[in-house]
């Protein structure tokens, strides 16, 4: 998480030296879930090893991928995060995942001390924006197939570990146009 930090090339060294302690370190195993949905979600996780999806039900009983994180990025439901209010969506391990987690209240404490860490999280905030804006974008642009190859070309050694359905249900289709495409790319 501090590597991210730095990258943002915002937070001095002596003030990005505060993380170290108010960062919790978890393990998850795969299947199991991190948060579930009417849960209040008071923390923000950094995968260091492993994938996480967010998934809902929707109004017919179906499970819905709505989103993965992969090695060192940052997942939450961070609507519920922000405004306080009960998560709609269950955040799963995939694999068997670690990760670097930051409370809300040491996230506050932070801001608080100054503009540095202010504008880390703003960034931070911008750039969730800006990748749920393309994913939603995407639906409206893209077929099935050109979603399937941008996952792929950034995401290609986690393919293999991701359920079809679920990766099917994240991407819009069914489970076998996602074959059909699969053997269309290999």
Same mark, same amino acid.
């Given at each position: 998480? @501090? ?8 937070? $001095? ?9 108010? /960062?919790? *370190? ?10 579930? =949905? ?7 996780? *950094?995968?260091?090893?492993? /994938? ?18 992969? =090695?060192?990025?940052?997942? %939450? #439901?961070?609507?519920?995060? /922000?405004?306080?209010?009960? %998560? =709609?969506?269950?955040?799963? %391990?995939?694999?068997?995942? %670690? ?5 809300? =209240?040491?996230?506050? @404490? ?26 939603? /974008? #995407?639906?409206?642009?893209? #077929? ?8 792929? @070309? ?8 991701? $359920?079809?359905?679920?990766?099917? #249900?994240?991407?819009?289709?069914? $489970? ?11």
């Amino acid at each position: 998480m @501090k590597t991210v930090f730095q990258s943002l090339q915002v937070v $001095p060294q002596n003030e990005l030296d505060l993380l170290d302690d108010l /960062i919790t *370190f978890r393990t998850l195993k795969k299947g199991e879930l991190l948060l579930t =949905e009417n849960q209040i979600c008071n923390e923000i996780f *950094f995968i260091k090893k492993g /994938i996480l999806r967010s998934f809902f039900f929707n109004h017919q009983g179906d499970e819905i991928t709505n989103c993965f994180a992969f =090695e060192n990025e940052f997942m %939450a #439901s961070f609507s519920s995060f /922000i405004t306080q209010n009960v %998560a =709609e969506e269950n955040i799963q %391990a995939l694999t068997d995942t %670690a990760l670097q987690v930051v409370s809300r =209240e040491s996230l506050e @404490k932070l801001y608080k001390l100054g503009i540095h860490w202010q504008e880390i999280g703003r960034k931070l905030t911008e750039m969730e924006y800006v990748t749920v804006q393309k994913r939603m /974008i #995407s639906f409206q642009k893209l #077929s099935g197939t050109q979603r399937y190859e941008e996952l792929y @070309k950034n995401h290609q050694k986690y393919l293999q570990l991701i $359920p079809l359905q679920y990766l099917a #249900s994240y991407l819009g289709i069914t $489970p076998r146009h996602l074959s059909r495409i699969r053997k269309a790319i290999l």
